[in-house]
């Protein structure tokens, strides 16, 4: 498989693309999208009542509960939940400058971030009312980095990375009060990604995963080489393909079935969503007059979330592919 070169870049909220630049498409990937019922699929918006325009839905678990942040009215972010049609806030009891849910497991159990006013990101899980901060035990606790939580699978499998004290960034996955650490072949080291649209560090991040071990992110190598990848149990890190037309592509998440989603950026600039399977990527157009549409998660029913980015704002969504 040809390797490609990928960018790592943060959009509004937060939002970690994995960005393939000048891919090259292996020869087993079909040249052209395969209909899988998500074109046609039905779109639900997800708003925070009062807050429509700046709600990103991050997961939806396989019972259909949402989950993401919003933004108030002062700048702050809150976490919330969505069940049937019903919003939960979600507020970590700390004192922090924000908060959001990454996810949330098939037994009810939230998971998210939290930063502090001394600027650090902390991890946490909560079990029905009991709040547990997750610090990876070598994140530094520098101002700006720390332990960032992305992802949970249904069954509790918690999926993020960690800046050291060379503020090295590493990919992670939380299991049963244990970490592993994930750093991909040739993963650079240090600050200095001379990239101005990057996260401004080398290493490895890693964004989402699935029950049995499998996750999704990037690596950004000492020569500012990056690639996005599909990370394994047997431990092999497998480069994407990127999907065809794209100038940058993204990566956002991976079912138990292999089922992977994501988002690229098309010749006129839009971002628009994907789902690859089998080698064949099914694109998810952007709405009409929209810059950006997002996917951030999925669940096994291949429900996905996301947002979709205009002029008036950031607008959650549900996509239910047509059967």
């Not at 039905?42 to 942040?69: A, E, Q, R």
């Not at 908060?99 to 949330?104: A, F, I, L, Q």
């Not at 509790?156 to 004290?165: C, E, H, L, Q, R």
Request: glycine share 16%; charged share 10%; hydrophobic share 35%.
């Amino acid at each position: 498989m040809a390797k490609a070169l990928h960018k790592l870049v943060v959009l509004s909220g937060g939002v970690v693309l994995i960005i393939a630049m000048l891919a090259v498409l292996p020869a087993n990937a079909a040249s052209a999208s395969a209909p899988r019922g998500y074109v046609a699929g039905k779109f639900v918006p997800i708003g925070v009542p009062g807050y429509t325009t700046s709600t990103i839905p991050s997961g939806v678990n396989d019972l259909g509960v949402v989950s993401g942040s919003y933004t108030d009215g002062s700048g702050r972010t809150h976490g919330f939940i969505e069940r049937a049609g019903k919003y939960t806030t979600i507020d970590v009891p700390v004192a922090a400058l924000g908060d959001s849910v990454s996810g949330v497991t098939d037994f009810g159990q939230i998971v998210g971030g939290y930063t502090t006013p001394d600027n650090v990101n902390h991890g946490y899980i909560d079990r029905f009312g009991h709040f547990t901060t997750i610090d990876d035990p070598h994140a530094t606790n520098t101002a700006g980095y720390g332990t960032i939580v992305q992802a949970v699978s249904g069954l509790g499998k918690i999926f993020g990375y960690y800046y050291d004290s060379a503020l090295t960034v590493h990919g992670f996955i939380y299991d049963n009060g244990h970490f592993v650490t994930l750093d991909c072949p040739q993963a650079g080291t240090g600050p200095g990604d001379p990239d101005p649209y990057g996260i401004g560090n080398y290493g490895t991040i890693i964004v989402q995963g699935n029950d049995f071990g499998a996750a999704v992110g990037g690596c950004l190598e000492q020569n500012a080489t990056d690639y996005a990848f599909v990370y394994t149990p047997d431990g092999n890190f497998h480069p994407m393909p990127s999907a065809p037309g794209s100038q940058h592509m993204g990566i956002s998440w991976v079912t138990d079935s292999g089922v992977i989603g994501g988002v690229y950026q098309d010749t006129q600039g839009v971002w628009n969503g994907y789902v690859y399977q089998g080698h064949r990527f099914t694109e998810i157009p952007a709405p009409s007059g929209a810059s950006a549409l997002i996917f951030n998660g999925a669940n096994n029913l291949e429900v996905t979330v996301g947002f979709v980015a205009d002029s008036s704002g950031l607008h959650g969504f549900e996509l239910f592919p047509a059967k």
